[in-house]
């Protein structure tokens, strides 16, 4: 029995021992496998022809960079720039969300966002490049969003602090498990072990953990999160819909002014802020929004002044 279970390992293996045989030919066609179906997915193409086929990717790319090279000139920190609990519902600073993503704490980190996003170009072609922006805005909103649902239970136990994140990471860690649940996504082969499906994206929060000690992990895994949800298909009507597409963009662009305006001394046109805190006068029923109600968050709140 035990010579009819080897015979083929050694046979194909062209020798030696024949339960080491039967390791080698179990796993040489997952690698097979493996890298046949990422020889389908890469675009073999010089550089400068890919270019033109994925503007939406391209501009992206460019505006991180342009956003790093610019913080970098004028000495901004990507604190100043970047999210946590404390200033975006607490401080209400929304606008927050939008310079979070975009903002980079260092080289490396800004490398690890252009090389995966570009890794995950080929959803261009499918969605369309305005179908790929609007999906790529709604991970911005969504990872942020899940990020401090996490953030909101994980302060409530009073084993972690608050922390300034930022970084395109979680739209890229979204379209990495939109294109990992694929059926015919490749394959990561790595020490003659195939990692596919949700695997890999498990494989790259650890990889990136390791390289970038100060990387958000919870970030990382509210973009996860994020693409979860897009994958079941839940935000399809935002993105094929151009009432909703239009309609939520509004609604954001509006809220992200407001926000401005009310916490910086930015000046906005055509927008006025008046603060109805204190206001019994005006005849209606008009409750600020005040997340400062709560007894333990005003507790965390004034031990993290």
């Known amino acids: 029995m035990e010579a009819e279970l080897g015979a083929p390992g050694v046979a194909e293996a062209g020798g030696g021992d024949g339960m080491m045989g039967g390791n080698v030919i179990q796993r040489a066609p997952r690698e097979a496998a493996a890298a046949a179906a990422a020889a389908a997915w890469s675009d073999a193409r010089p550089l400068s022809e890919q270019l033109p086929t994925y503007p939406a990717t391209c501009v992206l790319s460019a505006v991180l960079v342009t956003v790093f090279l610019a913080m970098w000139r ?29 903002a980079h704490g260092g080289l490396l980190h800004l490398a690890f966002s252009i090389s995966s996003l570009w890794s995950c170009r080929r959803i261009e072609t499918e969605l369309g490049s305005w179908g790929y922006l609007l999906a790529s805005a709604h991970f911005v909103v969504l990872a942020e969003v899940f990020e401090k649902m996490f953030m909101h239970v994980l302060l409530r136990t009073g084993r972690v602090v608050d922390e300034v994140s930022c970084g395109y990471s979680g739209v890229v860690f979204a379209w990495i498990v939109v294109l990992s649940l694929r059926p015919d996504a490749p394959a990561r082969v790595i020490g003659g072990f195939v990692f596919s499906g949700f695997a890999s994206v498990v494989l790259n929060l650890v990889v990136v953990r390791i390289l970038i000690r100060q990387s958000s992990f919870v970030g990382h895994l509210a973009g996860v999160w994020a693409g979860l949800l897009f994958s079941t298909g839940a935000l399809d009507f935002a993105r094929e819909d151009r009432y909703w597409s239009l309609g939520l963009a509004a609604w954001a662009l509006a809220v992200l002014l407001g926000s401005l305006k009310a916490t910086t001394t930015i000046p906005i046109p055509l927008i006025d802020y008046v603060d109805l805190s204190g206001r019994d006068d005006l005849g209606v029923g008009v409750a600020p929004l005040d997340w400062s109600n709560r007894e333990w968050l005003e507790d965390w709140a004034a031990a993290n002044a």
């Open 74 to 102: 004028r000495r901004v920190s990507a604190a100043s720039m970047g999210s946590s609990y404390r200033n975006l519902l607490v401080r209400q600073e929304w606008w927050r969300v939008v310079t979070a993503a975009v």
